[in-house]
C-alpha cells in the first residue's frame, strides 16, 4: 500500500520561498501537488510524470514553483518561490500507483493516493 507523507508548510511573508516534501512508500507513477482552498474542490499546481516525463504546471505558479523528484531518497519535492497570498492553502501530495503514468497531468480523477495534506500561509 503506498503511503505519503508531506512536510515543510509553514507561514511566509509575501515574496518568500517554501519548499514542500513528500516521503513516497510503494510504486508510484505520475505525482503531482495539489492545493485546496477552504470550501473549493482541490486544484493541481504541479505535476510529474513517471520515468522522467516531463513536467506540468498551473498557469498561475509557472515560474514561480517547481516540481521535482529524488528517486533516491523517495521524495517528492516543490519548491515555491515567490509566495503570493492566495498562494495560501493546504497542499497534497498525489499519486498515480497504475502502471503507465507516464505524462504529467493536472486532473484530479488522474490519481488514487493522497497524503494528508501540510497547510501554507503567506501574508502581507
Known amino acids: 500500500q503506498v503511503q505519503l507523507v508531506e512536510s515543510g508548510g509553514g507561514s511566509v511573508q509575501a515574496g518568500g520561498s517554501l519548499s514542500l516534501s513528500c516521503a513516497v512508500s510503494?510504486?508510484?507513477?505520475?505525482m503531482g501537488w495539489f492545493r485546496q482552498y477552504p470550501g473549493k474542490e482541490r486544484e493541481g499546481v504541479a505535476a510529474?510524470?513517471?520515468?522522467?516525463?516531463?513536467?506540468s504546471y498551473a498557469d498561475s505558479v509557472r515560474g514561480r514553483f517547481t516540481i521535482s523528484e529524488d528517486n533516491a531518497k523517495n521524495t517528492l519535492y516543490l519548491q515555491m518561490n515567490s509566495l503570493k497570498p492566495e498562494d495560501s492553502a493546504l497542499y497534497y501530495c498525489?499519486?498515480?500507483?497504475?502502471?503507465?503514468?507516464?505524462?504529467?497531468?493536472?486532473?484530479?480523477?488522474?490519481?488514487?493516493?493522497w497524503g494528508q495534506g501540510t497547510q501554507v500561509t503567506v501574508s502581507l
Open positions: 498525489a499519486a498515480d500507483t497504475h502502471v503507465g503514468g507516464w505524462f504529467p497531468s493536472l486532473n484530479l480523477q488522474s490519481y488514487n493516493c
Open positions: 510503494g510504486y508510484t507513477s505520475r
Open positions: 510529474i510524470g513517471g520515468g522522467g516525463g516531463g513536467t
